[in-house]
């Protein structure tokens, strides 16, 4: 007998658990063993619901036939609906909408929907199969491409022992290095428990190229941003860096919860919700500070100067910067004279 479809029955990762072939419409579903499709869900009926074809048009070729003038065709598939039986309490549900007893769901291959506690998807014969997926494989880049980030991490902190210490040693290096490398190693096999509880594998080594380049980016950025402020004379740059240095983090949760949700539609939400996150850390802080101080961004206090090569900014004479200089007494003093007026207003009983 010619297959018309198959209804699945599917685990929590969209898998199809178990599967029957449908032979014939309607089909009946429930837990009774007269059904055509018995599930042994407590929260389904006896008879639950049915399953029936209908066509787009009076003329339209029955469900599953071929067309007389073309030999050997594919067979289209019919447009089904599920009608709820009326001994149902649960009805279906499919989103956010629940079909009570006597209303009609329509489907099409590949719908998904809930009957009871079961999550059950239909698929029709003659339906497009979606494309063969990728395995995830272990290639040697795959493998080099987190050991690179990790030694670019020892790197800029030898670098940081080198500039902030008279002598470099490989004390000084690890004592900057092992604590960062830990952290990163249990945020990495965090994430990898995470990814085995959705996904069966951990992942691990893929969690920690993620945040190992995330880290780095950050590190190198710091000083990229601090450069730039030196050598073009651009303060702002590197306040805004400040305040926004953990960007390149955010970025890593998103690459952390594709690996883990894999799915198109939960990465979407994944996404969005990265995306209000990140905006929302970015405008409020500034802003909130603004609303108390009047200024967007922490006054930045540079703790060294550069080396004289790295500056590109033009110079200026001893008088121009001492005239530039007086003129900035004017607006400092009516601003501290305004905050002085606010903290005095605070202490009023």
């Not at 071929?66 to 039986?85: C, F, K, L, N, Q």
């Not at 956010?96 to 719908?111: M, N």
């Not at 080396?307 to 005239?323: H, M, N, Y």
């Amino acid at each position: 007998m010619e297959r018309l479809g198959i209804l699945e029955v599917l685990d929590r990762d969209g898998h199809a658990r178990s599967s029957w072939p449908l032979h014939q419409w309607p089909v009946t579903v429930g837990r009774d063993v007269g059904n055509d499709v018995v599930l042994d869900d407590p929260h389904l009926a006896a008879h639950h619901f049915t399953l029936e074809a209908t066509t787009a048009a009076p003329d339209s070729p029955q469900p599953g036939s071929v067309e007389p003038d073309e030999p050997g065709a594919t067979p289209t598939p019919p447009h089904i609906v599920a009608t709820v039986s009326a001994s149902t309490r649960n009805g279906l549900r499919q989103g956010r909408k629940v079909y009570r007893a006597g209303q009609r769901l329509p489907l099409h291959s590949g719908s998904e929907w809930h009957a009871g506690a079961t999550r059950l998807r239909l698929r029709l014969a003659g339906a497009p199969v979606s494309e063969e997926l990728p395995l995830l494989t272990r290639t040697w880049w795959s493998l080099l491409n987190p050991a690179l980030a990790l030694l670019g991490i020892v790197l800029l902190h030898a670098l940081h022992v080198y500039l902030q210490y008279d002598e470099i040693s490989t004390r000084l290096v690890l004592e900057e290095t092992m604590p960062n490398l830990i952290t990163l190693g249990v945020w990495a096999l965090l994430w990898a428990i995470v990814t085995r509880i959705f996904r069966h594998q951990m992942f691990f080594w893929r969690h920690t190229g993620i945040m190992s380049w995330a880290v780095l980016v950050m590190l190198a950025l710091n000083y990229v941003m601090a450069g730039l402020s030196f050598s073009w004379s651009l303060p702002w740059l590197n306040m805004a860096w400040e305040e926004w240095e953990w960007l390149p983090l955010a970025v890593a949760v998103w690459a952390h919860l594709r690996i883990v949700l894999y799915t198109r539609t939960r990465v979407r939400v994944a996404t969005a919700l990265v995306l209000a996150l990140a905006l929302a850390l970015a405008l409020i802080p500034p802003l909130l500070r603004y609303a108390d101080t009047s200024q967007l961004w922490t006054p930045w206090y540079g703790k060294s100067l550069g080396p004289p090569w790295l500056r590109a900014s033009p110079t200026i004479s001893v008088e121009q910067f001492r005239l530039e200089a007086e003129e900035l007494e004017a607006p400092l003093r009516r601003k501290l004279e305004k905050l002085n007026a606010k903290e005095k207003s605070k202490d009023l009983p």
